[in-house]
């Protein structure tokens, strides 16, 4: 069974930037798997960030960026800010109608 | 302003049936209806990862399941009053978490989030 992987902690500085990424059990992430990012404060339900990729939803800041990067999907956050602390999760579309999501990143942003 | 409400969870013992529902309101702009919408279920244990779940085509002819709840959930819609469905039997321990109604998106993408509903499973 395909597991998509995650990065489980990053810690970022205010002002900094993280690259956060997505990969594969076994193979590589490309365009054709459709990745998306997901943000979730506690508490709260998850937000989209970036669909195909690379296309921000409404009202994402540009600060978030999605690419592909060597064999994986990833999600740079630039100058980070206090409230972009959160869990990140990928996901990508297994194809046949199946979708499958990462295990999530919690980032700390100190 | 895109609105989802879930509801119907609550504390069902193991072996039992539940019924979810996710009423959408919003859904009308750049021509699009409800019934354009792929509509997603997506569940979390509290405290752990997303897991998707379900998916079913804006006119209800195609559904599709995770491994882990095939044979045991059915999902359906009801286009006229912009509402989908998760009936859930035989469930077990391990079902226990909020059930999060979700637009589908372009690119495969999961949308709109509901603010989720809490299943419980135990005797």
């Known amino acids: 069974q395909t597991v998509v992987t995650q990065e489980p902690s990053f810690s970022v500085s205010p002002g900094g930037t993280v690259t956060l990424t997505c990969g594969l059990s076994?193979?590589?992430?490309?365009?054709?798997?459709?990745p998306s990012w997901y943000q979730q404060t506690p508490g709260q339900a998850p937000r989209t960030l970036i669909h195909?990729?690379?296309t921000r939803s409404s009202g994402v800041p540009d600060r978030f960026s999605g690419y592909i990067l060597g064999n994986k999907a990833a999600l740079t956050i630039t100058g980070a800010q206090a409230d972009d602390e959160s869990d990140y999760y990928c996901m990508l579309y297994m194809g046949s109608g199946n979708w499958v999501f990462g295990g999530g990143t919690k980032l700390t942003v100190v | 302003e895109v609105q989802l409400v879930e509801s119907g969870g609550g504390l069902v013992q193991p072996g039992g049936s539940l019924r979810l529902s996710c009423v959408a309101s919003?859904?009308?702009?750049?021509?699009?209806?409800?019934?354009?919408?792929?509509m997603h279920w997506v569940r979390q244990v509290p405290g752990k990862g997303l897991v998707w779940v379900s998916r079913?085509?804006?006119?209800?002819?195609?559904?599709s399941f995770a491994d882990s709840v095939k044979g045991r959930f059915t999902v359906s819609r009801d286009n006229a009053k912009n509402t989908v469905y998760l009936q859930m039997s035989s469930l077990r321990v391990e079902d226990t978490a909020v059930y999060y109604c979700?637009?589908?998106?372009?690119?495969?993408?999961?949308?709109?989030w509901g603010q989720g509903t809490l299943v419980t499973v135990s005797s």
């Open positions: 079913i085509f804006g006119d209800g002819s195609d559904t």
């Open positions: 919003g859904l009308t702009f750049n021509g699009l209806t409800f019934s354009n919408y792929f």
């Open positions: 979700v637009t589908g998106y372009p690119g495969y993408a999961l949308g709109y």
């Open positions: 076994s193979g590589s992430v490309s365009d054709t798997d459709y």
């Open positions: 195909s990729t690379k």
